[in-house]
C-alpha cells in the first residue's frame, strides 16, 4: 500500500478578488438589523477567506460615521468609519472603499466581524467569517488506521476514521472515542469556532515526560450538518503530534496558526 497523501489543494483565490454573493446577508446589533442586503459582495482581502462587503444604501438601523482615518485592507484603500445601531456605538467598525479599489466595491462597507452581535446568510447564523464559495470541506469515512504519538507515548489507536478534507488544510484524522486513551489527556477550556464545522465542544492537552503539549487535540459534538460524520469524534493536530495513517508516519505540516479549530 502506498502511503499517505500529505498533499492538499492550495487556496486559489488572489487578494483583491470581488465577486457576487448569491444570498440575502445580515447584521445584527443590540437586537436590531444593522443592514439588510441581497447585493452583497465577496472581498478577498486576504487570500485564506473573503469578507462581505455591504451596499452602504442596504443600511437599515446602522449609521455610519467617518472617522477622517484611511488604511489599505489588501483590495485597495478603504476609509474607517464608526457604525452606530440605536444607542449601540462600535468605534471602528465599518470600512467604506475608497478610490484605488475595485471598482465593484465602490460605495460598500466592509465591518470588522466581531462588531457585529450577530451574522446570517439567509436564516443561518454564520461565525468567524463568511464562507469561501472556492472552499470545500468534506466528511468521509475511511478504513485507514491511524495512531497517534507524543514524545514516544501512544495517545490513540484506531483501526479506521473519519477524514476531514478542506481546501488550504492538511487532512484531519477524526477518531471514535473508544480508540482514545483519555487517562494521558487533560481537559481544556478553550472553545473555538469555525465557518464551516461549527462551535468545538471540548480541546484537550498531554502532559508527558517532558513537556507539556497544549489544545492538542479537540471534537465537535454538535458540527454543522455538511461535516455531521464528525460528531463526537477526535482530531489531533498533526502538526504537534506523531501521526501513523496505515503503519506510516506522515510528515509533520507547517503549523497554519490555528485561529480555529481544523
Same mark, same amino acid.
Given at each position: ?81 464608526? &457604525? @452606530?445601531? +440605536? !444607542?449601540? #456605538? %462600535?468605534?471602528?467598525?465599518?470600512? /467604506?472603499?475608497?478610490?484605488? =479599489? *475595485? ?36 466528511? &468521509? @469515512?475511511? +478504513? !485507514?488506521? #491511524? %495512531?497517534?504519538?507524543?514524545?514516544? /507515548?501512544?495517545?490513540?489507536? =484506531? *483501526? ?40 468545538? !465542544? ?61
Amino acid at each position: 500500500m502506498a502511503t499517505e497523501s500529505v498533499l492538499h489543494p492550495s487556496l486559489i483565490v488572489p487578494v483583491g478578488h470581488v465577486e457576487p454573493v448569491p444570498r440575502r446577508i445580515r447584521g445584527m446589533i443590540g437586537g436590531r438589523v444593522a443592514f439588510d442586503t441581497r447585493r452583497a459582495l465577496y472581498v478577498w482581502e486576504w487570500q485564506a477567506y473573503p469578507q462581505f462587503s455591504i451596499p452602504v444604501e442596504d443600511l437599515v438601523d446602522g449609521v455610519l460615521d467617518d472617522d477622517k482615518h484611511t488604511e489599505h485592507l489588501g483590495a485597495g484603500p478603504a476609509h474607517r468609519h464608526t &457604525l @452606530r445601531v +440605536g !444607542s449601540e #456605538v %462600535r468605534p471602528g467598525a465599518a470600512w /467604506v472603499w475608497g478610490e484605488g =479599489a *475595485p471598482g465593484p466595491l465602490h460605495d460598500t462597507v466592509r465591518f470588522e466581524w466581531e462588531a457585529l452581535d450577530s451574522w446570517f446568510e439567509e436564516d443561518e447564523p454564520v461565525f468567524v467569517h463568511p464562507r469561501s464559495p472556492y472552499s470545500r470541506v468534506d466528511a &468521509l @469515512r475511511s +478504513g !485507514s488506521s #491511524v %495512531r497517534v504519538e507524543v514524545d514516544g /507515548v501512544v495517545l490513540a489507536e =484506531a *483501526p479506521n476514521c473519519v477524514k476531514l478534507f478542506e481546501t488550504g488544510l492538511p487532512t484531519r484524522y477524526y477518531l471514535d472515542r473508544t480508540t482514545i486513551d483519555w487517562s494521558r489527556l487533560r481537559h481544556s477550556d478553550t472553545v473555538t469556532r469555525c465557518p464551516y464545522k461549527g462551535t468545538t !465542544s471540548s480541546y484537550w492537552s498531554f502532559d508527558s515526560d517532558t513537556a507539556s503539549h497544549e489544545d492538542i487535540a479537540w471534537m465537535y459534538d454538535f458540527p454543522t450538518i455538511h461535516v455531521n460524520r464528525i460528531a463526537g469524534l477526535t482530531a489531533f493536530y498533526n502538526e504537534h503530534v506523531d501521526l501513523y495513517v496505515d503503519g506510516f508516519l506522515l510528515p509533520r505540516p507547517t503549523d497554519p496558526t490555528r485561529p480555529t479549530a481544523d
